[in-house]
């Protein structure tokens, strides 16, 4: 297959933070406002993964993801770091700090209709400094479940009818290396 020459995307619909466009007969969405998206693959000092629950309008139900959020998208921190986000997204949502913060993953989450590329962090030596939940009317709740229950507690979570994100996935195994590599040193 020869290589597509973009063209210019035209805009079919905008709000306040997406934007819809068109582009070689592709619909998609752009963040036209953002610098960036971070995920946090975050663990306790005794070794609990912290995940966070929140309810998720477009998919109409509650979603078991990690602590995550927009780079730049607070009004004069246009070009906020990657970096200081995933520790600001991390505190706000969850009242948690890290000792350690290293970006590990970079992708796209949906390539078929978003511009989004997402950057895990993983976090490590996390400590609760604040009850978290989230900004406005965000009401995030935070779970921090063992590597060692994750399974059960997922499969409990969805029989509550939550639905789980796929990145969960992803962080748990960038963890689950982690501890086979340190297994085998």
Same mark, same amino acid.
């Given at each position: 297959?020869? %290589?597509?020459?973009? *063209? @210019?995307?035209?805009? #079919?619909?905008?709000? +306040? ?7 070689? &007969? ?46 730049? %998208?607070?009004?004069? *921190? @246009?070009?906020?770091? #990657?970096?200081?986000? +995933? ?7 969850? &009242? ?90």
């Amino acid at each position: 297959m020869a %290589d597509q020459i973009p *063209s @210019e995307p035209r805009i #079919l619909a905008e709000g +306040a933070h997406l934007r819809m466009v068109v582009s070689n &007969g592709w619909e998609y969405v752009l963040r036209p406002k953002i610098s960036g998206i971070v995920v946090i693959v975050g663990t306790t000092n005794h070794g609990g993964l912290v995940l966070v629950t929140q309810w998720r309008e477009p998919v109409g139900a509650q979603v078991v993801e990690w602590p995550a959020g927009l780079a730049g %998208d607070v009004p004069g *921190s @246009e070009t906020e770091a #990657l970096e200081a986000a +995933a520790r600001r997204e991390l505190f706000e949502e969850t &009242g948690f700090t890290a000792a350690s913060m290293k970006a590990v993953m970079i992708g796209p989450p949906s390539p078929g209709i978003s511009n989004e590329i997402v950057t895990f962090y993983r976090a490590r030596g996390m400590v609760r400094t604040a009850p978290g939940g989230g900004r406005g009317a965000e009401r995030i709740r935070t779970h921090v479940v063992p590597m060692s229950w994750l399974a059960d507690w997922l499969e409990m979570m969805r029989g509550k009818g939550y639905l789980v994100d796929p990145k969960v996935y992803a962080g748990a195994y960038i963890v689950r290396q982690e501890m086979d590599l340190w297994i085998h040193d």
